[in-house]
């Protein structure tokens, strides 16, 4: 079935994932379909299908949007025409959250799933690893989240009286997978430029000189590490090929 521009392919949609150029993800699954299949696309905020015109945190108007159901049919079409109506541009994901987990793509279990304006404590360490766990947060989990700069002997204590995420003291691949992304080829990415394995890694090591605050620094490093994951992503499909 041919729904011309009111829908995008799970294809068309992945390439997106983790870059400043992702769509607002809507999933207006039924409650019992989310009991189901706990679990939802990275960075995807669940919104009833019969509220979605009167959710006022949709973002601007200039920001494409998504809008997901379990199989891509009735309720996510719905709802991205309810949008069209109000002057979004939006289309519905083709498939659903169905299509999408046959082909193993990358999801969040509905438990670390955060909400808009989450809160996360990182640590002032000013550092690629800094940087990196900005990234995934924003790009992977929360593009609104509030990040919480404080030293790292505070992060912990400081997460608790704020009711925020915090980052054990392990490798970040291995705290986010703890946290429920799931997403090998991310985790891959992740330990490269932890390890230094990444070209970026040195670049996001130069930014301390341009940026004295933490959260511009965090906001500069993003398209370095956009533009890294990407070829990171491109650099593995040519293996496989």
Same mark, same amino acid.
Not at 132 to 157: C, T
Not at 180 to 185: E, K, N, Q, S
């Given at each position: 079935?041919?729904?011309?521009?009111?829908?995008?392919?799970?294809?068309?949609?992945?390439?997106?994932?983790?870059?400043?150029?992702?769509?607002?993800?809507?999933?207006?699954?039924?409650?019992?379909?989310?009991?189901?299949?706990?679990?939802?696309?990275?960075?995807?905020?669940?919104?009833?299908?019969?509220?979605?015109?009167?959710?006022?945190?949709?973002?601007?108007?200039?920001?494409?949007?998504?809008?997901?159901?379990?199989?891509?049919?009735?309720?996510?079409?719905?709802?991205?025409?309810?949008?069209?109506?109000?002057?979004?541009?939006?289309?519905?994901?083709?498939?659903?959250?169905?299509?999408?987990?046959?082909?193993?793509?990358?999801?969040?279990?509905?438990?670390?799933?955060?909400?808009?304006?989450?809160?996360?404590?990182?640590?002032?360490?000013?550092?690629?690893?800094?940087?990196?766990?900005?990234?995934?947060?924003?790009?992977?989990?929360?593009?609104?989240?509030?990040?919480?700069?404080?030293?790292?002997?505070?992060?912990?204590?400081?997460?608790?009286?704020? @009711? !925020?995420? &915090?980052? +054990?003291? $392990? =490798? #970040?691949?291995?705290?986010?997978?703890?946290?429920?992304?799931?997403?090998? %080829? /991310?985790?891959?990415?992740?330990?490269?430029? @932890? !390890?230094? &394995?990444? +070209?970026? $890694? =040195? #670049?996001?090591?130069?930014?301390?000189?341009?940026?004295?605050?933490?959260? %511009? /620094?965090?906001?500069?490093?993003?398209?370095?590490?956009?533009? &890294?994951?990407?070829?990171?992503?491109?650099?593995?499909?040519?293996?496989?090929?």
């Amino acid at each position: 079935m041919d729904h011309g521009t009111d829908s995008i392919l799970a294809t068309e949609l992945l390439p997106l994932l983790g870059t400043g150029k992702a769509p607002c993800l809507i999933d207006v699954s039924l409650p019992e379909d989310i009991t189901t299949d706990p679990w939802r696309l990275p960075t995807a905020r669940h919104v009833p299908h019969m509220e979605i015109q009167n959710w006022f945190a949709l973002p601007t108007q200039s920001m494409p949007v998504v809008t997901i159901c379990q199989k891509g049919l009735k309720l996510s079409h719905g709802a991205a025409a309810t949008l069209r109506s109000i002057g979004f541009y939006a289309r519905a994901l083709e498939g659903g959250n169905t299509a999408w987990c046959a082909a193993h793509y990358p999801h969040l279990e509905l438990k670390a799933a955060a909400t808009p304006g989450s809160r996360w404590v990182l640590p002032t360490t000013r550092d690629a690893k800094a940087c990196l766990a900005a990234w995934v947060i924003r790009r992977w989990y929360d593009p609104d989240a509030k990040l919480l700069w404080v030293p790292s002997a505070h992060a912990q204590d400081v997460a608790t009286r704020f @009711e !925020a995420h &915090a980052l +054990p003291e $392990t =490798p #970040l691949a291995q705290s986010f997978a703890a946290k429920g992304l799931i997403c090998p %080829d /991310l985790m891959d990415f992740v330990a490269s430029v @932890e !390890a230094i &394995a990444s +070209p970026v $890694t =040195p #670049l996001l090591g130069m930014l301390p000189n341009l940026h004295e605050r933490d959260e %511009d /620094l965090a906001q500069a490093a993003m398209p370095f590490l956009d533009a &890294a994951w990407l070829l990171h992503r491109q650099s593995n499909r040519q293996e496989v090929a």
